[in-house]
């Protein structure tokens, strides 16, 4: 069963951080989001390119629509011509594996819109 197939689960803030273990395991499915720490906090993040700024925007309403269907939200930043998405897991500061599972849906979300 791929990421974005899975099920979130209740995200608290003594939640698991994912393992290092983990980590590698789901960037493997992930190749195009990059980890970053931003304050010591461990995030998820990928820029999405488009043709314009009316598809940065679709795509940025459909990303909201998938992340309010779980009551988890990402940083956005929608420009001309791109939008990045950044996931991470704010109640526990880190990543947990929904982030990844969000993700995976975000990149179904982009293969979907560009077909």
């Keep these: 069963m ?3 197939e899975l099920q979130c689960e209740s995200c608290r803030a003594d939640a ?3 393992s290092d273990e983990e980590l590698a395991a789901f960037m493997k499915e992930l190749p195009d989001w990059t980890p970053v720490a931003r304050d ?3 995030q998820l993040e990928r820029v999405f390119k488009f043709k314009n700024f009316k598809k940065a925007m679709a795509f940025t309403v459909a990303v909201g629509d998938v992340a309010e ?3 988890h939200h990402p940083a956005l930043l929608t420009e001309w011509g791109k939008v990045t998405v950044t996931w ?3 109640e526990m ?3 947990h594996k929904n982030d990844f599972i969000l993700a995976a849906r975000t990149d179904r979300v ?3 819109l560009e077909n």
């Design 2 to 4: 791929s990421l974005s």
């Design 16 to 18: 698991p951080h994912v």
């Design 40 to 42: 010591g906090v461990l």
């Design 69 to 71: 269907e779980v009551f």
């Design 88 to 90: 991470w897991s704010h």
């Design 93 to 95: 500061g880190g990543l």
């Design 110 to 112: 982009f293969a979907e």
